[in-house]
């Protein structure tokens, strides 16, 4: 199992940013998928799922109406589409399994909102 995350950065806030996380070595079309963040001295934190076929999607509330989740079978492929930045949204993001997530997480993509 594996995990790559990119599209991290520096933004301003107000800001916006979109992450993508390319999965292998499971079957990532059958999988519901999430993003999490981790922000420092933090403990990971559940940000954004989508299920398999894409009909269901939720968010923790400190980001609905900002963030939009969505996937890529055929590319195994899951993206975190990020508006309206808050600096509060600083953090390494990683995608992973819904539940349970897999013991293997990818590097992150780390996340600066500041001026």
């Known amino acids: 199992v594996q995990f790559v995350e990119s599209g991290g950065g520096l933004v301003q806030p107000g800001g916006f940013l979109t992450l993508s996380c390319v999965a292998s070595g499971f079957a990532f079309s059958s999988k519901t998928m999430s993003w999490y963040r981790q922000a420092p001295g933090k403990e990971r934190e559940l940000v954004a799922y989508i299920s398999s076929l894409a009909r269901t999607r939720d968010y923790a509330d400190s980001v609905k109406g900002r963030f939009t989740i969505s996937r890529d079978n055929a590319k195994k492929s899951v993206y975190l589409q990020m508006n309206s930045l808050k600096p509060e949204d600083t953090a390494v993001y990683y995608c992973?399994?819904?539940?349970?997530?897999?013991?293997?997480w990818g590097q992150g993509t780390q996340v600066t909102v500041s001026l």
């Open positions: 992973n399994s819904r539940s349970p997530p897999f013991n293997s």
